[in-house]
């Protein structure tokens, strides 16, 4: 609880039902917990009070969410800030754009507390227990990641990855939780590459499927790709 309580959340919503529902249940977690109304007032607060954590609604007066989040990742303060956007399930186009602006996860509405509450846990573990890395190797859960040697091992036991599958297993694996859209991940492992399409990043995930199992690799529809913490 200790490490909990020293970590800071700022939620973010025009609804203040929505708003004391969030605040009540992450402080009976032990998270300090602040609150704005839109996104004008979000971006002040943040800057005041150093948040750990964002949750922001999407469709909100003055300034919403999505304008928001894309301002604050212009600052230096909040390039590593974790950014949760709260989505009706009706509006995927809503996740891809704020994907888009650096949000790192999504919470659907209508807002389920205990979920809320585990999700939110989850995504702050990232930063207080990430996986382990040393001399250029990952180490989470069962599997060994070695950047250098190009090899990973499942268990003690090596798996052979073709090179663009071993790149796009450790992208994911070093930010574990993390959803990455096709454009970052077009991005980072075939850079400016005009002939890899949307369809090579699904035959290169199929195959590390196929490779390790269906546990590690997880599919955010019509965004992208995350990395599953264990």
Known sequence: MSTISRQKILIVDDEPDILELIEYNLKKEGYQVYTAKNGQEAVAEAKKVQPDLIVL????????????CRIMRTMPEF??????????????????AG??????????????????????????????????????????????????????????????????????????????????????????????????TNRTIDVHIRKIREKLGENYVSTVKGVGYKFELS
């Open 57 to 68: 609604d999407i469709m909100m007066p003055k300034m919403d969410g999505i304008e928001a």
């Open 79 to 96: 390039k590593t800030t974790f950014m949760v956007f709260l989505t009706a399930r009706s509006e995927e186009y809503s996740e891809i």
């Open 99 to 196: 994907f888009n602006v650096g949000a790192d996860d999504y919470i659907a509405k209508p807002i389920k507390p205990r979920a809320l509450v585990s999700r939110i846990n989850a995504i702050l573990r990232r930063n207080s227990a990430p996986e382990e890395v040393i001399d250029n190797k990952l180490e989470i859960g069962d599997l060994v990641i070695d950047r250098e040697a190009y090899l990973v091992f499942q268990g003690g036991n090596k798996v052979v990855l073709a090179k663009k599958e071993f790149e796009l297993l450790y992208l994911l694996a070093s930010k574990p939780g993390k959803v990455y859209t096709r454009e970052v991940i077009l991005k980072n492992i075939w850079e400016d590459s005009v002939v890899v």
